[in-house]
């Protein structure tokens, strides 16, 4: 099949971007769908928004997303936090919402609702997350950006951090999404290109409680937005190329107020130990594909088994050498991969190390959801 010939024209659209609105708002809702993906759609305002109560609910096809069945496929989006528009500028903004159904109760797929619970009940311990977000850029055939068509790159070793042709590609749209973060309000805090060629990470945080699901998120949705205007896909998948590559993760930076105070390493003791009871519970909800990431090399540890260590990357928590010299800090969990859900993996931290919250299990919440979307009916098209 030829390849379509119609491409977007960024050039001819700052033409219109330049228009004025005559004081209307364009908010565009974006949620979180059934595949662990970002969707969205822009509504018009009347007046500039100022706080979050002044924003409508509206509502979507579930049926569509695969978020609900065709007999009851309203899906209701409840705005949960707002970012300046770093597209369309002015007043216009991005809209995160959380999917609820019309008996009340929050759609399967909404793990914010249950992680939010969480924080909320065990804000006293100033939790502070910090996630390094691992992706790769892929060309239209879905083969990464830069690699020769027929073959592969030199191998790993001048690509991680590096500068010049032939050891990185897609600058360009690392950079755009930097600043469209920065513009956003977004808490970046760095980026680099990593160890395979055409892969990059960027660091959100650090962001206390839900904020920084919420965040990572909308930049999700920010870097899928930036790399539509150059072309090129964004993977967020685990191990995109088999063999000898480095896979991509999610490291989960994690601190409460009692580890950063004098003598906290005995609190990062302590959540060594209540980790290591529910690994497998823990690895059910880090992403889909891990296996094949963390094999016990590259960078990794093995999927089955606990582990942690002072400055090793190789196990499944690492803590910071300069911490355990100081006696107090964070540790880093190196087990979540790059497609996982932040929602999930701060709530899970959160539940493992001070308890759940009646009403609320983030691994039963992930395992229904899973059985839920396999037992979705096929969506048909409409007539």
Not at 275 to 296: D, F, I, P, W
């Amino acid at each position: 099949m030829a390849e379509s010939t119609i491409v977007s024209d960024t050039a001819k659209l700052q033409k219109y971007l330049s228009l004025p609105q005559r004081g209307k708002v364009i908010a565009e809702y974006v949620w979180i769908d059934s595949s662990n993906g970002v969707r969205s759609k822009c509504k018009t305002l009347d007046k500039p928004v100022t706080s979050l109560k002044e924003l409508p609910e509206w509502n979507f096809d579930g049926s569509s997303t695969g978020q609900a069945p065709g007999d009851n496929s309203d899906v209701f989006l409840r705005p949960v936090a707002y970012f300046p528009d770093p597209f369309r500028l002015g007043d216009n903004i991005l809209v995160l919402a959380e999917c609820w159904m019309s008996d009340g109760k929050p759609n399967q797929y909404n793990s914010r609702h249950d992680a939010n619970k969480l924080m909320s009940k065990h804000a006293a311990h100033k939790f502070w997350f910090g996630l390094e977000q691992e992706y790769t850029f892929l060309d239209s055939t879905s083969w990464p950006y830069g690699w020769p068509k027929n073959g592969f790159p030199a191998p790993q070793g001048p690509y991680y951090c590096g500068n010049g042709t032939g050891k990185v590609v897609c600058r360009d749209i690392v950079e755009a999404h930097y600043r469209a973060c920065l513009f956003a309000g977004i808490n970046i805090s760095g980026t680099n290109a990593e160890v395979m060629p055409a892969q990059w990470e960027y660091q959100v945080g650090p962001c206390e409680g839900i904020d920084l699901g919420d965040q990572l998120w909308m930049s999700r949705f920010l870097l899928h937005r930036v790399a539509e205007e150059f072309g090129a896909k964004v993977s967020f998948s685990p191990k995109p190329i088999p063999g000898d590559w480095n896979g991509a993760g999610l490291h989960t930076n994690v601190s409460t107020k009692e580890m950063r105070a004098d003598g906290g390493m005995k609190h990062i003791e302590k959540a060594m130990e209540a980790l290591s009871k529910r690994h497998k519970e823990h690895m059910k909800v880090y992403g889909e594909g891990n296996e094949a990431r963390m094999t016990g090399g590259h960078e990794t540890a093995a999927f089955d088994k606990f582990s942690w260590g002072i400055a090793d990357r190789g196990s499944s928590v690492r803590v910071n050498r300069a911490c355990a010299e100081e006696g107090k800090g964070y540790f880093e969990d190196r087990r979540p991969a790059s497609n996982a859900d932040p929602y999930q993996i701060t709530g899970m931290i959160v539940e493992t190390l001070c308890g759940k919250v009646e009403g609320t299990d983030m691994y039963t919440t992930a395992t229904q959801a899973e059985a839920q979307v396999q037992d979705m009916p096929v969506i048909q098209s409409k007539p």
